[in-house]
């Protein structure tokens, strides 16, 4: 997926001759997308594309097998104050039909902001063609006699060692992959490390996401499932994968016990994580660093949720460190047995902070210490018998001057 840093933006200082006299803080004149290009499967599904855009906008064009959810929209709205603003990311998603023809075909849109004008082109690929490898190590061979070394979707059954999977990253026009009738219960580290692979759906049988298997990939979407219960240090390290609230590319298992340290360090296209139910740990840097683009004031992450029945016991240090976004909002209401937040543990310029669990877990404070917006303005929502031991912890020994309230008066629907 391209990206694209489109921003036009212009900013109007009006100084007096005097240098202590103020200057009045500059307007904000954006229009950008997260991608001007976009690469799906055969199969069809549904894409997002993000919008920043300070005036109403357009969409035309299209074809009949990809419609957009919305052709028009209003002005996102502009946060913070200056130099440190974010404009919100409007999404629109399209609908794109199974692809039935025997070739690729290419949709194209325009975006319009008054006098400027986005192209954006969705490609859609042929359906999977499916091959069976009975002997591993022997997948470079089947593709070479079948004529597919420059396919660019592809559904492989039976076995494969870690051989195929050195030689996938090397098939560099693959941007669709299944191998969800693969039998393995783990696949070797580093399996699709630094992989051009765009979508990729994991076997049915996989139980271990291993060391680094999506670091440094370009990897946008992974379907994993509900067998898998580990998610091993670094596994997704700057990998492409993205998360929004209308749709995502990663889905986490209902089974899923642990993640490990930095498993999605610096993974700026994460918006909004959900966690099953099954999670216990969250280990030490494990969503920390989504903030990778200088271009851009804010880290992405609008939103973090646990289902119903969080089993969720520890989060470790720095474990959501520059993660979340401008008014950022946790969703921990369902967690009642967490144990311990690591030091540190959330630390942005989070606007509310809802916990099940009555007793103050142990470790250290989980925001940043002395940073009155990630720490101080942060409305906190915690069993009604247990507002009091909250705030005079955490008022107390860290200066916390948020403001505190029971949660049953004040419980969220789950999103």
Request: with cysteine; hydrophobic share 35%; charged share 20%.
């Amino acid at each position: 997926m391209k990206k694209l840093l489109l921003f036009a933006l212009s900013a109007i200082l009006i100084c007096g001759c005097s240098k202590n006299e103020n200057s009045t803080p500059p307007t904000v004149d954006m229009f950008s997308v997260n991608s001007t290009s976009l690469e799906v499967s055969g199969q069809g599904g549904r894409e997002l594309i993000g919008i920043q855009s300070t005036r109403s906008w357009t969409l035309s064009g299209g074809t009949s097998w990809c419609t957009p959810s919305e052709t028009s929209g209003d002005a996102s709205e502009v946060y913070g104050t200056y130099p440190h603003i974010q404009v919100e990311t409007k999404y629109i998603y399209f609908n794109i039909e199974s692809n039935t023809t025997n070739k690729s075909r290419s949709a194209t849109f325009t975006i319009e902001n008054g006098e400027q004008s986005i192209e954006i082109t969705i490609t859609q690929g042929v359906i999977s063609t499916v091959v069976t490898v009975t002997e591993p190590g022997t997948l470079q061979q089947i593709l070479t006699e079948q004529n597919l070394l420059e396919t660019t979707e592809l559904k492989i059954k039976g076995v494969l060692n870690e051989t195929d999977f050195n030689f996938l990253k090397t098939v560099l026009t693959l941007r669709y992959l299944d191998i969800s009738d693969v039998n393995l219960e783990e696949l070797p580290n580093a399996a699709f490390s630094h992989t051009l692979i765009k979508h990729i759906i994991l076997p049915r049988s996989l139980k271990v996401i291993s060391k680094q298997m999506f670091s440094l990939a370009e990897t946008t979407t992974v379907q994993m499932f509900d067998e898998v219960i580990t998610i091993e240090d670094y596994a997704f390290y700057r990998c492409k994968i993205e998360s929004f609230s209308y749709n995502g590319g990663l889905y986490l298992s209902s089974k899923l016990q642990t993640i490990g340290e930095c498993a999605f360090r610096d993974c700026s296209n994460l918006h909004v994580l959900k966690f099953p139910a099954s999670l216990e740990v969250i280990k030490n840097e494990a969503f920390s660093g989504l903030h990778d683009l200088p271009d851009k004031p804010y880290p992405p992450l609008e939103y973090i949720f646990f289902e119903k029945g969080s089993k969720l016991k520890t989060i470790g240090e720095n474990a959501f460190e520059d993660a979340f976004a401008y008014k950022g909002i946790i969703y921990m209401q369902h967690c009642t047995q967490v144990e311990t937040f690591g030091k540190n543990a959330f630390d942005g310029e989070i606007s509310k902070f809802y916990l099940g669990t009555k007793t103050p877990p142990q470790g250290g404070f989980p925001f940043t210490e002395l940073n009155p917006v990630a720490s101080w303005t942060i409305d906190v929502y915690v069993p009604s018998l247990y507002v009091e031991a909250y705030e005079k912890l955490w008022k107390k020994n860290y200066g916390m001057q948020g403001r505190f309230f029971a949660l049953e008066y004040n419980m969220p629907e789950d999103e």
